[in-house]
């Protein structure tokens, strides 16, 4: 054990301060790794806490609303734990009442900021969050009930589907470095989700000229570079409209009007797929009707 750690005695690591800070690292956010793991952000802090006293590794620092990974190494071990954790969640969970759910950044952020919802979907299912190239990894597997994802342009064969509309801001003291015409610099979504594209579109089809400055499918780091004025972004309409954890966003700008991504609900052959998936997007539907999304036609 590493000098500082804990009095022969104590109370040593447990698999919840794991994944608190597993998930603090990975977000860098308390508030996003709160969300993901369905607990306040109050507890995410104790947690971390807890992890550096028993170990006496200090993994994380905050500079202003910004948190710093101080030890890589350690958020690498970090993330292979938890992953090892949740692949035995699912295989406990087969066998649990909760179905399992694998959701995507924006819809989890989208649930996470409607009380009531958070509340439901935490009742009913076992949830995990996930990149869109995981998800579609899933959408081929057996280890979940239910994969929630964007769909590609052409992809029709989902039988529940909804529209969840997107926004792009930029701050509105952001300014060109120079009096020649600048490229507005995006933090895009991740290259490989439909969000993407559908951004690129958007803003071509608007006359915008961008430059990436990065992609990220993680809906709280876009946010803070948006806040810190470093980049504009993409984000859920709803999120926008509702401002709760993330906030600020009334000193952002919004750059045409929202555009919808479609969203799939995957049933995955157990049994009861469908049924789930069915009560899903009714709960979705009805629940998030003022929060950005629409159900399909």
Known sequence: MVNGAKAPGSAGLTLGMVRAVSEALRTRSMTEAALILGVSQSAITQQVGKFEAVTGV???????????????????????????????????????????LALPFCVSALIGSHPDLARWTAEHFYSEVMGFKELVKQSGQNNFDLVVRP????????DYQFDCFFRMLKQKTWLAASEEPQR?????????????FAAAEFMESNGIAFAESGRSEEISYRAMQLMLGLSATLLPAGLVDHPTQYGRFEDCQQ???PFPVRIGVQSIGRSGGDSHAAFL??????????????VSN
């Open 58 to 100: 200090k993994v994380m620092s905050r500079v202003g609303n910004t948190l710093f990974v101080e030890r890589e190494d350690i958020a690498y071990v970090m993330e292979m734990i938890t992953e090892l954790s949740q692949q035995l969640d699912r295989l406990i969970n087969t066998k649990a009442p909760k179905a399992t």
């Open 151 to 158: 769909l590609r342009a052409r992809e029709t064969e989902v």
């Open 184 to 196: 507005m610099p995006v933090l895009m979504p991740g290259g490989e989700c439909p969000s993407h």
């Open 255 to 257: 750059i045409g009007e």
């Open 281 to 294: 997007f009714e709960a979705i539907g009805s629940r998030l009707k003022d929060h950005g999304v629409a």
